[in-house]
C-alpha cells in the first residue's frame, strides 16, 4: 500500500495541472466573444486543438455528441510566453454562441466550455483544460472585445485615389464590440517608403502577451482616440482631420487603427508576470485603410511608350512583357479595373517584364500600362492601357 501511495504522488508531480486564467467569463448570447486567456504551468508541453462543447468529462474532454465546433486556424492566436505561459486569445464565432443558446433554449444548461488539449513532449501523454463559458447579454459584465471593424472615406471605397494637393474627405473606424469600456489607441500612417506592418503589428496590444506587446512596429502618428463604449455593441470613431494627411508623393499610403490595451476588469489575465490588460482584445489583426496620391498632371509633350507586348500566360498572374525602352529613369508598371489603380510597382529602366503577385488574380476585367519617370521624379511618358481578362 505504501508503494503504491508514493508512486501516486509522484505521478501527480511529474505532471502538474496545467492552469488557464480566467477560468471562466461571461459571454455575449448573440454575438461573437474574444477573451484573452493565459495558460501556465506548461513547460513540456505543446498546445493543440481548441474546442468548444457542452459538456466535458472527469479529464476535462469534450464529452462526444456535445462539440459546438472548434477554433479555426485563421483565429488561433497561441503564443508562448514568460515564465512558461502560453497567450491565447478564444475567439467564439456566432455560430458557437447560437449552438449553445439553442441548447440552453432547450432547457439545457446555460454555460459551455472551451476546451484546449495539450500533449506531453516525450511521454505523450494528454491533459484538457477547460474555460466556463457563461451566456449572458453584451453588457457590462462581458469583456469588452473588437468583433468587426471597418475603416473607410466617406466614399467608402477600399481604395480611394486623388490627385495630388487634393481635399481628402473624413475617415472613421465603425465598430462592433462585447462589452463596454474604454478604447484607446492611435491613428497611424505608413509611407510608400516604410516596410508594410506585419500582422503581428496590426494585432491589438491586448491579443498579444505582455513582452510580445513591444515587439510591435509603430509608424507615423496621426492622432490619438480615447472614447468610452457603452453596452450598446457599436460605435463610430472619427478620424483626425484629414487635412493632416500626406497628398503631395505620389504613392499608396495606409492609415492604421492601433488599439491599446485598456483596463478592463472582465478582461484581465493573471500571468506568470502578475495581472495583465486586455481590454479591446480582438481575434483578428485591424484592416488598414488605404489611399492612394496620383501622380501630377502629365506635361505637355509627354512621350508615348510603346511596345507593349501580349501577357504570357502563366500559372497563376500572367507575366507582362515590353519591348525594352529608353529615356526613362524609372517605370512603373500599373494594375487597374475599369475605374482604378489597384495596384503599381516601381522597376528599373531597363526592365522588360513583370510578375505581378499572385494575390493580385481574381477573376474579372482589367487593364495595365507603363509609366516613365525622369531623374527629377517628373513624369514623361506613358503607354496607352491593355485590356486582359483574367478568369
Known sequence: MVRIILFLSFSTSLFAQIQVNPSGVNVDSQNPTSVFLTFSNTQGWTAQEAIWCGAVDTQNAPVPGTVFGQLAPTYNLLRPSAGNDISDVMTIPL??????????????????????????????????????????????????????????FESQKALSSFAPDHNLPSFSAELRYTGSGRIQGTWELVTPEDEPPTALDLLPEGSLPPETRAEQRHFQVLGHFDQVL??????????????????????????????????????????????????????????????????????????????????????????????????????????????????????????????????????????????????????????????????
Request: hydrophobic share 35%; net charge positive; proline share 9%.
Open 95 to 152: 455560430s458557437v454562441t447560437r449552438a449553445a443558446y439553442q441548447a440552453a433554449a432547450r432547457g439545457e444548461t446555460s454555460s459551455f466550455f472551451y476546451v484546449r488539449r495539450f500533449v506531453n513532449a516525450e511521454s505523450k501523454a494528454e491533459q484538457y483544460v477547460k474555460v466556463t463559458c457563461r451566456l449572458a447579454g453584451g453588457g457590462a459584465r462581458v469583456p469588452l472585445s473588437l468583433t468587426h471593424v471597418v475603416l473607410q
Open 230 to 391: 457603452t453596452p450598446t455593441g457599436n460605435a463610430t470613431l472619427k478620424g483626425p482631420d484629414p487635412q493632416t494627411l500626406p497628398r503631395q508623393t505620389p504613392g499608396v499610403f495606409q492609415i492604421l487603427f492601433r488599439v491599446a490595451a485598456s483596463a478592463d476588469k472582465e478582461a484581465d489575465s493573471q500571468t506568470s508576470l502578475g495581472k495583465v490588460h486586455a481590454g479591446g482584445v480582438a481575434g483578428f489583426p485591424m484592416p488598414v485603410l488605404r489611399y492612394q496620391v496620383l501622380a501630377k498632371a502629365a506635361p505637355s509633350g509627354l512621350k508615348s511608350i510603346q511596345g507593349l507586348l501580349p501577357p504570357k500566360p502563366q500559372a497563376q498572374m500572367p507575366l507582362f512583357q515590353w519591348q525594352p525602352v529608353a529615356g526613362y529613369a524609372l517605370l512603373e508598371w500599373q494594375w487597374a479595373n475599369p475605374t482604378e489603380t489597384l495596384f503599381q510597382a516601381r522597376l528599373q529602366p531597363e526592365t522588360t517584364s513583370y510578375q505581378p503577385p499572385p494575390w493580385l488574380q481574381q477573376s474579372g476585367s482589367y487593364r495595365w500600362r507603363l509609366i516613365g519617370y525622369d531623374e527629377q521624379g517628373q513624369l514623361t511618358g506613358k503607354s496607352e492601357w491593355r485590356a486582359i481578362s483574367l478568369p
